[in-house]
């Protein structure tokens, strides 16, 4: 008799039979398994042993459920060699669609052992929300800074022109473009400035990276959508535009805070903005709005989802509390401790300034 969650149980189970029935004609040792989802790092067999003991399972971090996934898609992973993972650009559309179907399924089965601690609990699965299931593209869309701003590289008759030294909130834009890449390696995903974008490139997934301050397609297109939260111009703040929104029938600000609140330096805490709506130019595709009073809140905001230690659990948080809705936003607190951003963790108290919808079904 086991005290282990059944789903974890259910998913020692299923990783067993992967190793030994997935195909009819290849039988693998825990440590042939092992070597092939290392994949150059360091995986013992008596780790994989762990992971299918069904008597006292241990969970799986999520991204060695994706390199299952990953390597149980394709009959090449054993038939090219040593087993092995097989590189996804090279994934045919039907592996890729193998890989995605198993991944899911052995992450609901993890995300029920964590989540559930009795068998009578309603088991929740996390979000993908930067996974998308359709042909795409993804377009990322920066705002670019004035001249002044931007030093002397950005002129193009520079011998050491560098088109990216005009964009603002370039960490950002790195942390979301490698993540979004990654869980969709056969879409196109680009990134472009604000002033270059043509309007084809709001017709498919569209994410916005910062404020209305030197974007314009953020200010228009949030205008078009159904977001009570807004960004305006406030006196009481010289470096960036703060958020409102209307609670209760009043209109709430939502400010960041300094160390030194007179003259408005070092940056304690910002507030960011993660919302996902329809496209309103193309209902069909998403826009997903990531943005800050200052660069600090665009960079929580984007990770958030994309942080290695804290994107599951607030995956888990936008199922559990958005469900399947298509559109949903959360104003949150971010901290800045020596210079460096905090990710927002949904999950703690007081991370959460504001979110809507607060009812999904209603």
């Known amino acids: 008799m086991t005290d282990a969650s059944p789903s974890l149980v259910k998913l020692a189970g299923r990783l067993r039979r992967l190793r ?20 150059g790092e360091s995986l013992s067999s008596a780790t994989v042993s762990s992971w299918e003991n069904q008597n006292s399972p241990k969970a799986p971090p999520p991204d060695r459920l994706r390199a299952y996934a990953r390597f149980f898609a394709t009959r090449r992973s054993v038939d090219e060699g040593k087993p092995h993972l097989v590189p996804l650009d090279s994934f045919s559309e039907e592996e890729n669609a193998a890989r995605h179907e198993l991944e899911d399924e ?4 993890r995300d029920g052992a964590i989540t559930s601690p009795t068998p009578t609990a309603k088991v929740v699965a996390a979000r993908r929300s930067w996974r998308f299931a359709d042909s795409g593209p993804v377009n ?72 209305i301050a030197y974007n314009e397609i953020t200010e228009v297109l949030s205008q078009m959508t159904v977001l009570p939260v807004r960004q305006v111009s406030d006196p009481t ?19 960041p805070k300094w160390r030194n609140k007179e003259d ?50 607030n995956e888990r948080f936008l199922a559990q509390n958005f469900k399947d809705s298509p559109t949903f936003a959360i104003l949150m607190r971010v901290t800045v401790i020596e210079g460096q951003t905090m990710t927002p963790d949904f999950n703690t108290p007081g991370c959460i300034l504001y979110r809507w919808p607060e009812d999904p079904d209603a």
Request: glycine share 6%; aromatic share 4%; proline share 5%.
């Open 264 to 313: 408005q330096t070092n940056l304690r805490e910002d507030v960011g903005l993660l919302a996902r709506t329809p496209n309103p130019l193309n209902s069909n595709r998403t826009l997903t709005i990531c943005n800050g009073v200052h660069s600090r809140g665009v960079l929580g905001a984007v990770r958030t989802l994309t942080d290695a230690r804290l994107r599951e659990s």
């Open 20 to 39: 030994e029935e997935h195909w009819d004609d290849v039988r693998l040792t825990q440590a042939a398994l092992a070597s092939a989802l290392a994949d």
């Open 140 to 211: 990322i869309v920066c705002a670019q800074l004035p001249p002044e701003q931007s030093g002397s590289l950005i002129d193009p008759s520079d011998p050491n022109f560098t088109e990216l030294q005009s964009f603002a909130d370039l960490d950002s834009l790195v942390e979301l473009y490698g993540h979004v890449r990654r869980e969709n390696p056969d879409m196109d995903v680009f990134f472009k400035a604000s002033t270059k974008v043509v309007p084809d490139d709001l017709s498919g997934h569209v994410v916005l990276l910062g404020g």
């Open 237 to 255: 703040v010289r470096s960036g535009e703060i958020f409102v929104a209307d609670i209760e029938g009043k209109e709430q600000k939502f400010l």
């Open 106 to 109: 052995l992450l609901a089965l």
